[in-house]
């Protein structure tokens, strides 16, 4: 009977410890959870906004994750859209894509807004810059204002509002979570929260 009441108090002392080494994540669960749009794939996006301090510090990290994801993911940038002015630069953002120029321009892109002062609402500041960068400043303007730009500048702001975003950067899971910089408490642990929660949703799959 002593050799039982022992047994049982040793669980009760190990049970706390073992749940302590268990790895915490704080992250938050989409309800309801949306369509994701990766066809046959894990969907992860993290919604940004190129005037966004944090965003443009977490963008290093970003591309490095991105190299590291398994070819069961598919990863994309959602620019947050909450008004008008973030709009501006969403439109910008899809711009960029539709022009095939979001490779070459999308960091120095950020680095003209946090470096150099670039104010990408004032047009004039904006077109000089393109002109420095070899872009055809009226094909842009063209391309900005054409409907597959503007419909994924709408797109942008519905799903801010769908994930219920209120700030950036923050990242979502396959229409499930979200995880913002607050929740993960630094970058490596927004990542890592991000990767158990695609291990959650590919378990899930299976």
Known sequence: ??????????????????????PQFAYTEVKPSLQAEADGK???LEFFWYGCIHCYNLEP?????????????????VPAVFNERWAIDATIYYTFEAMGL?????????????????????????DAWLQKQGVDVKKFSETAKSFGVQ???RRANQLTGLYKIEGTPAMAVHGRYTVSTDQGKSQ???F???????????????
């Open 102 to 126: 979001l490779d070459k321009l999308h960091r120095p892109f950020f680095d003209a807004i946090h470096r150099d002062r670039l104010r990408s609402d004032r047009k004039d500041e904006l």
């Open 188 to 190: 490596a642990g927004m």
């Open 61 to 77: 990290t970003v591309e490095k994750w991105e190299k590291t994801l398994p070819k069961d993911v598919q990863f994309r940038r």
């Open 192 to 206: 890592d929260t991000v990767n158990y929660l695609v291990d959650v949703v590919r378990k899930g799959a299976k």
């Open 151 to 153: 419909s994924k500048t």
């Open 1 to 22: 009977m002593k050799k039982i009441l022992s047994l049982l108090l040793a669980a009760c002392t190990l049970a706390p410890l073992a749940a302590a080494a268990q």
């Open 42 to 44: 894990i969907e992860v």
